[in-house]
């Protein structure tokens, strides 16, 4: 019988805002160009003030929520576990989430006061994104945000990598994988950003544990979480960790590992505008093929 949910996700919930600026703008920052960079109230307040008079575009953002949005806009079913507060901010995420037919344990519960962690996405002119991201009241997400009746209803969980900054969202995805493993759901990661995984490596390897299903990843997060410097040892040492698993190359398109042969997925020529959540995107459309009678490879494309 089909689950009432294609993907359970767990992730962060920060509202994106999104606005364009000069390789000088990063520079007069001290701004790690094409990252995400972890900052405090105050540095992201200082740069609020310092793009104000600039274009910007706010949206619902977040790794996995890109995913499961992804996975609706595609017709899929999706539930998103995540954490906002009593504002402003908050409620405009909890409403975008309900318009894009997404179910969340937020539904008809009382949030709590604090900051809805946001998300600065500054666009260079050559379409990278680099991020600049206060946490908030995310930063608090634990297992109370987890659901298990909403992962006993799905094919598949899928933890955010970034979840790993966290103790008590670490918990959190510990837990989700655990109900997942013990309901017979498949699990599924994405390792998220380089840094995170140069950071919190033994975090990773121990919410992997014995391994997950399925993970998603991009060359530069497999070359560090293997300790490689080849893609194609990179390659070998992920199926240790995942009985599938996706790499996504940037324009050189992505390759799947089906847990028996590689797929090269050639890419697309498009006119590249801005490749933030890009690999979210794939996830999100990947999940949604496969949780819908399609292939590897045909997911993939």
Known sequence: MAKKYDVYGIGNALVDIDFEVSQDFLSDHNIKKGLMTLVDEETQTRLIKAIDGKNTEKKSGGSAANTVMAVSQFG?????????????????????????????????????????????????????????????????????????????????????????????????????????????????????????????????????????????????????????????????????????????QGKNGAMIFDGDTFIDIEPYQVNTVDTNGAGDMFAGAFLYGITNGHSYAGSGK
Not at 168 to 185: P, S, Y
């Open 76 to 248: 899929g079913s999706a539930f998103y576990s995540c954490k906002v507060a009593d504002d402003e901010f908050g409620q405009f995420y909890l409403n975008d989430l309900t318009e894009a037919g997404i179910a969340t344990n937020l539904d008809g519960k009382t949030k709590e006061h604090g900051i809805t962690g946001k998300c600065l996405v500054m666009i260079t002119d050559d379409a990278d994104r680099t991020m600049n991201t206060f946490l908030g009241i995310t930063t608090s997400l634990s297992t109370s945000e987890v659901s298990e009746e909403a992962i006993q209803n799905s094919e598949y969980i899928y933890l955010e990598g970034y979840l790993v900054a966290s103790p008590t969202a670490f918990e959190a995805m510990k837990l989700t994988k655990q109900l997942a493993e013990k309901n017979g759901v498949k699990t599924s990661i994405t390792l998220s950003d380089p840094s995170i995984v140069e950071g919190f490596k033994g975090l990773f390897h121990e919410v992997i544990g014995d391994g997950v299903d399925l993970l998603f990843c991009n060359e530069d997060e497999a070359l560090k979480f293997t300790d490689s410097s080849n893609i194609n040892v990179a390659r070998e040492e992920l199926k240790k960790f995942a009985k599938k698993f996706v790499i996504t």
